[in-house]
């Protein structure tokens, strides 16, 4: 007798079909090009070979809409892998991003939609400037068109600034595309104000105009401060006119991701410590929060200055336009060479007298904070960050939410930086272009950041710098911290002249008739662009935003190499890394 027949196990042969439709938010590795994407398909189990679309050229946003069959067998397993590419006709092409998706999800006549949700590589870059009037304000203007020269501006995820720097920032966030479109008309608009005659800022309409907003302020319910003045006349400094724009109108400047996210940094202290800076708490403002990380409290923009008690809004107040948010004055600026009018009197002219000295602009605020309670152990609770070198934390009796009312300073009086807001870990920050446009010691403050670190144990890279370095400082530094990846690359621009004395623009030497342009006096008190100073020339204007601009677009080369560290470093950055949940900013 034979030996039965075998038994023949027959898998059926089902038809796969794959459609690549469209990605979104891919950005390159060349930096300043788009990608050249395309969406490469390996399926083991049904080919040896591997499928890809065509490639969608210089786009972010590629689609391809192209379909892809695969024969399978469903008992076997089925691994598709997707890679995203980035074609490159020199090298070998960079690969974005691999998924993988098992077949045996999909029921054989179902039709699955998936979409892949892509960990970006991509770098957090956040520029950070400091304050320093009108100086701050031309000069920011020459950093951010250099920036949008070299396609950077756009990868910029947050926008701090304080004291000048900020009305850089209020004047670009009142158009909802700033950064889309060429800067040089803003900064043609800002040379105009700049360089105008300013004596009619006392004339007797404007002095009735101050009045008669004080008095309808008062009445709505705003505390009246010294600063409140101040801020109407540098609304008239810069503008000519009254501007009914508010803090919350910038976020039609954001609420398609156009833009960085701006923050505005002030301090918040006690007026009666404020010389011995014994108490001294961060506060920061963006167009949808008002808020002071030491006690992680924050409201909505629109309900700053409304009266609060116990976390509730009890009389609510009409959001104050920008201007009063810009009435914070560096602490440099002294202005006791100019009289107040001899036409004022009364109340009005004790106002004038007081910001006319040295004393500290206190910008008094309903404080929101007010009638909060601690629980018992509150120093040792992660979300309350304690300043480390001061013991007025530990009472609670010396605490914010005892106050009445919030007294804010420009933020120059302590440290004249404005990254506070970028220190939080949340934010993730690896890339901080920081611009420096102090005069004299142009890493004072740097070096003060780092301290500051330092002491509230906030990863941030060592500040390191020759004798040769702060005497004859260069156009641009790279600090990075090697052992610990959570801190982020400084890109450190001061406000120096060194190569743009003899070139007008990278590469391009001056000739003999130009070598006047290339002579910009940044000597402190000398220089014309002392904070004293209330109108610059047209000529010196032009001066400082061209070397400004010139020293960004030299260093582009250690630009784009520390965004590529970055890049580099990311996928370390979020490994298993010690966490810095004990420390931060207060």
Request: glycine share 4%; net charge positive.
């Amino acid at each position: 007798m034979g030996s039965p027949p075998a038994k023949m196990k027959f898998c059926p042969i089902h038809m796969l079909s794959v459609r690549i439709i469209q990605a979104k938010n891919i950005k390159s590795r060349d930096l300043l090009t788009a990608s050249d994407c395309y969406v490469r398909l390996w399926l083991p189990s049904a080919s040896n070979g591997k499928l890809q679309t065509k490639t969608i050229k210089n786009s972010d946003n590629p689609v391809w809409n192209e379909t892809f069959y695969f024969r399978i067998q469903r008992e076997i397993e089925n691994i598709l892998e997707l890679a995203v590419c980035d074609e490159d006709p020199l090298t070998k092409d960079d690969m974005q991003f691999t998924v993988l998706f098992n077949v045996a999800r999909i029921r054989p006549g179902e039709v699955l939609r998936e979409t892949f949700a892509l960990k970006s590589e991509v770098p957090v870059i956040a520029v950070m400037a400091t304050g320093g009037g009108l100086r701050a304000m031309s000069a920011m203007f020459g950093h951010l068109l250099a920036l949008q020269k070299l396609n950077l501006l756009d990868c910029v995820t947050y926008l701090t600034g304080a004291s000048g720097s900020t009305w850089t920032l209020a004047d670009l966030y009142e158009h909802a595309d700033w950064s889309q479109k060429t800067l040089e008309g803003p900064l043609k608009a800002v040379k105009e104000q700049v360089t105008k005659c300013k004596l009619n800022l006392m004339s007797i309409d404007h002095l009735k105009y101050y009045h008669k907003e004080l008095a309808e302020r008062a009445k709505a319910g705003h505390v009246s401060s010294f600063t409140t003045l101040w801020s109407l006349v540098q609304e008239m400094f810069l503008h000519e006119r009254p501007r009914k724009y508010k803090l919350t109108d910038q976020r039609k400047a954001l609420e398609h991701g156009q833009n960085p996210l701006p923050f505005y940094a002030v301090l918040n202290v006690k007026e009666e410590k404020f010389s011995t800076f014994k108490f001294r708490e961060w506060a920061e403002f963006s167009p949808y929060e008002v808020t002071i990380p030491k006690y992680g409290a924050s409201i909505r923009s629109e309900y700053f200055d409304s009266e609060f008690f116990m976390g509730r809004r009890v009389k609510k107040l009409p959001e104050s336009r920008i201007c009063y948010l810009e009435e914070k004055h560096s602490p440099e600026d002294d202005v006791t060479t100019i009289e107040p009018p001899s036409c004022l009197s009364g109340k009005l002219y004790e106002m004038f007298q007081d910001i006319m000295t040295k004393r500290p602009l206190l910008g008094k605020s309903h404080n929101f904070l007010r009638g909060l309670e601690f629980h018992k152990d509150y120093i040792h609770q992660k979300k309350f960050i304690e300043w480390k070198d001061t013991v007025l934390d530990s009472f609670p009796n010396n605490l914010t939410p005892l106050e009445k009312y919030l007294c804010l300073i420009d933020v120059g009086y302590f440290i004249n930086t404005s990254g506070a807001a970028l220190f939080k870990p949340e934010r993730n920050v690896d890339v901080i272009i920081s611009l420096d446009y102090g005069l004299g010691n142009v890493f004072k403050q740097l070096e003060m950041t780092y301290k500051y670190c330092k002491i509230q144990k906030i990863p941030f890279p060592k500040v390191e710098l020759s004798k040769e370095e702060e005497k004859n400082p260069k156009e641009c530094y790279v600090f990075s911290d090697a052992e610990d990846p959570r801190a982020p690359i400084v890109i450190h621009f001061p406000l120096v002249n060194d190569t743009f004395k003899e070139f007008k623009e990278p590469g391009v030497k001056r000739c003999l008739s130009e070598m006047e342009q290339g002579k910009v006096n940044l000597e402190n008190n000398c220089s014309p662009y002392y904070l004293i100073r209330l109108i610059y020339s047209s000529e010196n204007f032009d001066k400082l935003v061209n070397l400004s601009k010139y020293n960004i677009l030299n260093n582009k080369d250690l630009l784009l190499q520390a965004i590529r560290s970055a890049i580099e470093r990311r996928s370390s950055r979020t490994g298993n890394l010690p966490s810095h949940s004990g420390a931060g900013y207060a």
